[in-house]
């Protein structure tokens, strides 16, 4: 069984009387990509700070590579890498400094990656830290924060500077040059997590309400055309996993969760109706989800 880099299990995170996180579990099993995806607000950058020790949680319990993560020991945060969404490096170093500077506090560097990732991702070493622009900046955090080639990375919004084209192009670099390493990143774009991620969980309303291979999710949620010989009833009418549904005279428009290949037929008789299955987009899936 492969190893979990991170656990986590009850977690619940409140500021004052405001619930960010309710009782969440999540689990990440090492070589994995997870794309931890939801609303601006939602508590994506509360849920990293909770996995990896830097906030405490007032319920639950956080598991970071086998350690507790709020006693994590130096040797554990050796093993981690973390670029967090408001980046604060030193900005009258430049980046050879920078990179000098950072490498000093870690036994274990690898200048020559560094400097190949400079190259790769068009930073030039002479150049003031300060004076780079917002996605240079994150660039050079994410190179910083692989130097020491960590087993697990965790990336608040790495692509929350750049615009839609570039980021794809720039996750799909990313995750070209981190190799094998597990990867946990925070996305609120759902379009990220195509081709990069191999799984998603989705945190909503406090809650993660999705957690797997990003295959799967697209199996498991479904929209279904229903259209039945009588008028629907609007108050009573239910399906198995139903997310929402749209009634309207003898036609159901419903998205659902957790869809096997036998609903349609089951709800054909229960509502004397005939279904069609409708496949979504990531994107969509991502509003039935989050469907008010
Ligand atoms: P996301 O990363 O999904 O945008 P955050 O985890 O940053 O969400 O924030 C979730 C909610 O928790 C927001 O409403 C935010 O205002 C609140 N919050 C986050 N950190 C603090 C804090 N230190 N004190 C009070 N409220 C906070």
Redesign the pocket.
């Known amino acids: 069984m492969s190893e979990t880099m991170l656990d986590l299990r009850g977690v619940s995170k409140s500021?004052?009387h405001?619930a960010?996180l309710k009782e969440v579990d999540l689990s990440l099993p090492a070589g994995s990509v997870l794309g931890l995806v939801?609303?601006?607000?939602?508590?994506?950058?509360?849920?990293l700070k909770c996995a990896l020790g830097l906030q405490r949680p007032q319920r639950g319990d956080v598991h970071i590579l086998g350690e507790p993560a709020w006693e994590l020991s130096a040797a554990g945060k050796e093993r981690l890498g973390y670029v967090p969404?408001k980046i604060d490096l030193c900005p009258w170093m430049n980046i050879r400094q920078i990179a000098a500077y950072t490498g000093a506090f870690y036994p274990r560097w690898n200048k020559a990656l560094v400097e190949r990732m400079l190259q790769e991702w068009e930073l030039n070493p002479k150049d003031r830290v300060g004076l780079l622009s917002v996605g240079q900046t994150q660039k050079l955090a994410i190179i910083l924060a692989l130097g020491h080639e960590p087993e697990l990375l965790v990336l608040?919004e790495p692509a929350a500077s750049l615009d839609p084209m570039a980021r794809r192009q720039f996750l799909e670099t990313l995750l070209d040059t981190v190799g094998e390493r597990t990867v946990l990143f925070?996305t609120?774009i759902t379009s990220d997590l195509e081709r990069v991620a191999d799984r998603v969980a989705v945190?909503k309303d406090g809650k993660i309400v999705y957690c797997g291979e990003l295959d799967a999710l697209k199996d498991s949620v479904k929209r279904l055309h229903v259209q039945a010989a009588a008028t629907l009833p609007d108050g009573s009418f239910d399906v198995p996993g139903m997310l929402h549904a749209k009634l309207t005279g003898n036609e159901a428009v419903v998205s659902v969760q957790d869809f096997t290949a036998d609903l349609p037929e089951r709800i054909a008789q229960q509502w004397s109706a005939s279904v069609a299955v409708e496949d979504l987009n990531l994107e969509d899936i991502f509003l039935e989800l989050h469907h008010e």
């Open positions: 500021f004052g405001k960010v939801g609303k601006n607000g939602t508590g994506k950058t509360t849920l969404q608040d925070s609120h945190l």
